[in-house]
């Protein structure tokens, strides 16, 4: 069964750091890309990033490039992205998703997490 | 960026009736076109992906069909656990954009 466990949520002030976890197991997490979608309270979905399944290749939302950067430890089946100079409009549930193939295109998402609540404000 | 427009906004529906969503993207995504149900408190669950391919053990009651900018999603005869919100997708171009949702509540 295929799992994914988000991890690092919290409250931070404006133009605070913080860094997310994502735990995967039941299925061979480096033969597939992973993204970060977001979820604003209220909201519809807006997706963040996205990281091919051997992690060269990453992609980010004009609205979180040059603060946000995304990885990967494929030994330990767990995504990161590493959120600086946050902002209040970055507050939201962050989910994790898998696609269904090792590459970065633009793709469905086959499986989403629960999410962490990053919430930005003073 | 491609816009995704889904309608309506809130479709009220009697359990047993068939409920039809539309989500009409800003130009041709073919048919990279995925629908995703979600409840409160609860990740998006993938339905369709391929404008009308069920994901695995998506029930036969949910149906996609559209090409090219107008996509439908069909729900055949709600059940009381289909009253939810339900997101359209395209993965034509990147980046991959969203619909606002649709949700579907109880008449």
């Known amino acids: 069964e295929v799992q994914l466990l988000e991890s690092g949520g919290g409250l931070v002030q404006p133009g605070g750091s913080l860094r997310l976890s994502c735990t995967a197991s039941?299925?061979?997490?480096?033969?597939?890309?992973m993204s970060w979608v977001r979820q604003a309270p209220g909201k519809g979905l807006e997706w963040v990033s996205g990281?091919?399944?051997?992690?060269?290749?990453?992609s980010y939302a004009d609205s979180v490039k040059g603060r946000f950067t995304i990885s990967r430890d494929n030994s330990e089946n767990t995504l990161y992205l590493q959120m600086n100079s946050l902002r209040a409009e970055d507050t939201a549930v962050y989910h994790c998703?898998?696609?269904?193939?090792?590459?970065?295109?633009?793709?469905?998402?086959?499986?989403w997490g629960q999410g962490t609540l990053v919430s930005v404000s003073s | 960026e491609i816009v995704m427009t889904q309608s309506p906004a809130t479709l009220s529906v009697s359990p047993g009736e068939r409920a039809t969503l539309s989500c009409r993207a800003s130009?041709?995504?073919?048919?990279?076109l995925a629908w995703y149900q979600q409840k409160p408190g609860q990740p998006p669950r993938l339905l369709i992906s391929?404008?009308?391919t069920r994901a695995t053990g998506i029930p036969a009651r949910f149906s996609g069909s559209g090409s090219g900018t107008q996509f439908t999603l069909t729900i055949s005869s709600l059940q009381s656990e289909d009253f939810a919100v339900y997101y359209c997708?395209?993965?034509?171009?990147?980046?991959?954009?969203f619909g606002q949702g649709t949700k579907v509540e109880i008449k």
């Open positions: 998703a898998k696609g269904p193939t090792p590459y970065i295109a633009a793709a469905e998402f086959d499986y």
């Open positions: 039941g299925f061979p997490f480096s033969s597939y890309a």
């Open positions: 990281i091919s399944g051997g992690g060269g290749t990453t």
């Open positions: 130009q041709s995504v073919n048919n990279n």
């Open positions: 391929g404008s009308s």
């Open positions: 997708q395209q993965y034509n171009n990147w980046p991959p954009t």
